[in-house]
């Protein structure tokens, strides 16, 4: 791969963003801060915060989507910092961890900040009033990266421990903790389809199902440490950047890996970042190089060499940039490679060699074709011959030369033989079924007795005969369920033209049920589904399918009748709703409304909370998120108080209070020190108070003021 374009910026790149106004971000080590136009690179505009970054495998430094914010740790790791972008202005600090702050981000809808920790802790700070929101499910390690699904409903940590942590911020509830890993997870990223891909410090890239928690494939061909992970803008392609300076290249749908040498270069990979406009890969280093590749680099010479018809050179040309083989034009040569394979097999069982010759010519110079014609040559040596057995009906002979020889099963030859085996055997079968007709199916079945995979079926249907009947009986009275039983306890019954009915049956089935989904008619297609429930290869997907239809139907309904408690309780349950364009809406909603609501939580307004939230207190599935508002909303009331200087048994009331509605949270265990500071003869200890819970909190808790 060759490099399209480049800049240094003498210090280690520690950060590359495409903005939502699509310029590309550009942070270094000393916090220099550059923003350039993403097609002719000329510098847009920049900064300096002079935040010297001694380490930056983790994510020392982010910034907001919309570029209001940005987050930065200090330089000796004991705070995280967030400013306002334009002003340059602090808006807080967070220094309550015990130990280094390990990494930073900010969600993607530009909500909260979150600061992580060597104490396994992360806090969310809201972008605007700097205020302390809530905090996530707690490592028992340090937490190494921190990622979000795009839609912003999602949040992972992932830490020394060896875990992952998913939290939903729709919900404000933690989803589950993905346990796979042999050694401390160093870098997550959510990708598209409800995956998350995480990379340990032994080099293990697992790519996990967000919603089952399972692990969906473990990557192979890692040998080095990696440091950034990025995808193309269509996610077909994942690029992991490593500490030797290697890029890897895999298919996000094969999970193949397509290049363990991509690019390489000469330095440590501190940075990766994909620009959707002009589809290149962008490269930071530790030397303060950027580095720009264009992805599909050759895709106009490979238009070029197949006018040509020059495959050989299209092949080289995809093996120096394997991404071609993804496109149209490679497509086009694929194509009509297999379409002149398929007439030269067709020309060599007519015994017209000189034309396959003729048909392969354009591509005998590409090696991985070439050794496909000569096996195909090769194999087709003995195919006169095995003609020749097949029109004396020495069926055995014929029979162990097509096994020796797979490619003439492909042939017209070999689907007569088994054209005829079939009528053969359905004649049988109907003598077989009868007490007097088994000398008959033995007389009519005698030609095929020598031939291995025929002698089987023989012998079973001869001595199995009221089996089999059971078998088409059940099958014919689409008593399928009694038809796996058997086939169960006899498996020679999958050897029958009935399985394989059977089969073809449940296929044109599930494709009907899908086509109806698709329209619209989920009445037809859980009635379909139902008939599937008993067929064993398909019933864990038909479970899944029915649940997932009907959720839908009740979720859609519910938001026609303009029924928001079952709409967002099914959200809830069934996240996957939650991608649904409906869905979407409803979570924008409800994002504009605790926008709003926050807005006054952080004045301590608990009125103006109420009213913004209201539609939403009779939805059980928004209590967490709720009680996380009210709760920050109640804290500003007791830090306000204190700064009033009000009574200690006030104090001592607002923070029972709090106790009893929320439990021990860090919040108010940190206004607590600062109580202590200012009321030391108070004897209130907060292990001894009678403690509430976030998950048990309702909104008929609320008071206007958390003193009272």
Same mark, same amino acid.
């Given at each position: ?18 903005l ?14 550059? @923003? ?16 010297h ?6 994510? !020392? ?5 919309? /570029?209001? /914010? ?42 909260? !900040? ?8 992360? =806090? ?10 809530? %905090? ?8 190494? #990266? ?14 020394y ?37 995480s990379?340990?410090? /032994? ?31 269509? &996610? ?20 193949e ?27 930071? %280093?530790? #030397?303060?190089?950027?580095?720009? @590749?264009?992805?599909?680099? +050759? ?21 120096? /940039? ?15 490679w ?31 074709? $070439? ?5 195909? !040559?090769? &194999? ?56 007097? +007709? ?16 025929? *002698?089987?079926?023989?012998? &079973? ?6 089996? =089999?009947?059971r ?29 394989e ?27 379909l ?7 064993? #290869? ?8 029915i ?8 979720f859609?309904?519910a ?6 408690i ?13 991608d *649904?364009?409906?869905? *979407? ?6 994002? $504009? ?6 807005? =006054? ?21 928004k ?7 009210f709760?920050?909303? @109640?804290?500003?009331?007791?830090? $306000? ?25 860090d919040?108010?265990?940190?206004f607590f ?11 209130l ?24």
């Open positions: 791969m060759e490099v399209v374009d480049s800049k240094n910026i003498k210090e280690p790149v520690i950060l590359l963003k495409i939502k106004n699509n310029s590309l971000l550009v942070v270094d080590s000393e916090t220099t801060v550059r @923003y350039f136009d993403t097609t002719s690179l000329a510098l847009l505009d920049g900064f300096k915060a002079k935040i970054h001694r380490r930056y495998k983790s994510s !020392m430094v982010a910034f907001s989507d919309n /570029n209001a /914010n940005f987050v930065s740790i200090t330089p000796d790791c004991e705070e995280s910092i967030l400013f306002n972008t334009s002003t340059k202005k602090i808006i807080t600090k967070v220094d309550r961890h015990h130990g280094e702050v390990s990494c930073v981000g900010i969600d993607p809808s530009c909500r909260y !900040m979150f600061s992580c920790g060597e104490d396994g802790k992360t =806090y969310a700070i809201d972008l605007k009033s700097g205020k302390l929101v809530f %905090t996530l499910p707690v490592h028992v390690d340090t937490i190494n #990266d921190i990622a979000f699904s795009k839609n912003s409903n999602w949040v992972a940590t992932a830490s421990d060896k875990k992952i942590s998913l939290f939903n911020l729709a919900t404000m509830s933690p989803k589950i903790k993905l346990k796979a890993h042999a050694a401390p997870v160093m870098k997550i990223r959510f990708i598209n389809n409800n995956r998350l891909v990379v340990d410090k /032994n080099s293990t890239v697992i790519i996990w199902n967000i919603y089952s928690g399972k692990v969906l494939e473990r990557l192979q061909g890692v040998h080095d440490d990696v440091t950034q992970i990025t995808t193309s803008s269509d &996610e077909k392609f994942l690029f992991l950047g490593t500490d030797l300076g290697y890029i890897l290249l895999y298919d996000l749908k094969s999970y890996i397509l290049s363990k040498h991509y690019i390489k270069l000469h330095s440590t990979i501190t940075a990766l970042e994909f620009d959707e406009q002009t589809q290149r890969l962008i490269i930071g %280093t530790e #030397d303060g190089s950027l580095l720009f @590749y264009d992805i599909y680099e +050759g895709q106009d010479k490979l238009q070029e060499l197949l006018r040509q018809k020059d495959f050989e050179a299209m092949q080289k040309e995809a093996q120096n /940039n394997p991404v071609l083989r993804y496109t149209d034009i490679f497509n086009l040569m694929t194509n009509l297999e379409s002149v394979l398929h007439k030269a097999k067709i020309a060599l069982q007519t015994g017209d060699k000189e034309k396959a010759i003729l048909l392969f010519r354009h591509f005998k110079n590409v090696p991985s074709k $070439n050794r496909i014609m000569q096996k195909v !040559m090769l &194999e087709y040596v003995d195919f006169e011959k095995f003609a020749a057995l097949a029109r004396d009906s020495k069926l055995p002979l014929a029979y162990g030369l097509a096994n020796k020889h797979p490619m003439y099963k492909e042939s017209n030859t070999y689907k007569i033989l088994e054209a005829n085996w079939k009528k053969a055997f359905l004649q049988a079968q109907k003598y077989a079924l009868d007490p007097k +007709g088994a000398e008959r199916a033995k007389e009519i079945l005698s030609p095929y007795r020598g031939i291995s995979e025929k *002698t089987k079926l023989i012998q &079973e249907l001869l001595t199995k005969g009221e089996v =089999y009947k078998f088409r009986v059940s099958i014919g009275q689409k008593d399928f369920r009694i038809s796996f039983e058997l086939i169960k306890l006899n498996p020679f019954l999958k050897e029958f033209p009935e399985y009915t059977l089969n073809a049956y449940a296929d044109t089935i599930y494709i009907k049920s899908k086509k109806l989904i698709e329209i619209g008619d989920t009445h037809s297609a859980i009635k589904l139902r008939v599937l429930e008993d067929f064993s #290869d398909f019933k864990e997907e038909v479970k899944e399918l649940l997932s239809i009907e959720s839908r139907q009740k859609f309904n938001v026609e009748e303009g029924d928001l079952l709409a967002y309780n099914l959200m809830s349950r069934f996240e996957d709703l939650q *649904t364009k409906d869905g *979407t809406n409803l979570q924008k909603e409800w994002n $504009n409304d605790l926008s709003i609501s926050n807005s =006054y939580a952080v004045d301590g307004n608990i009125e103006g909370v109420k009213k913004s939230l209201d539609k939403y207190m009779k939805i059980s599935s209590y967490k998120p709720l009680a996380t508002v709760g920050w909303c @109640y804290m500003v009331q007791l830090e $306000n108080a204190l700064k009033k200087k009000v009574s200690r048994i006030q104090l001592e009331n607002g923070i029972k209070n709090y106790m009893l509605s929320f439990g021990l949270q919040q108010i265990e940190n020190k600062l109580f202590k500071e200012h009321y030391p003869e108070s004897k200890n907060l292990e001894h108070l009678t403690q509430g819970s976030i998950s048990m909190w309702r909104p008929s808790m609320i008071e206007n003021s958390i003193l009272d």
